[in-house]
């Protein structure tokens, strides 16, 4: 499971997502009607918190 935020974006960027805004730490992307929120940077990401960005992109 990957918890880097960094190569989280990288992932959902050549997924097909794109960067809607950035509000603080919390940087928002958007693919069709999903919309998923990642706070960045942060090289490891709470376990919790990454699993939920995961199931959210259908990675798990």
Known sequence: MERNS???IARLK???FELI???GSHHKFRKG???I???HPK???PIGTALAIAKQ???A
């Open 21 to 23: 805004s950035v509000k």
């Open 14 to 16: 050549r997924e097909g």
């Open 57 to 59: 992109a259908g990675w």
């Open 33 to 35: 009607s999903q919309t």
């Open 43 to 45: 090289k490891d990401l």
């Open 37 to 39: 929120i990642v706070p």
């Open 6 to 8: 960094q190569k989280i």
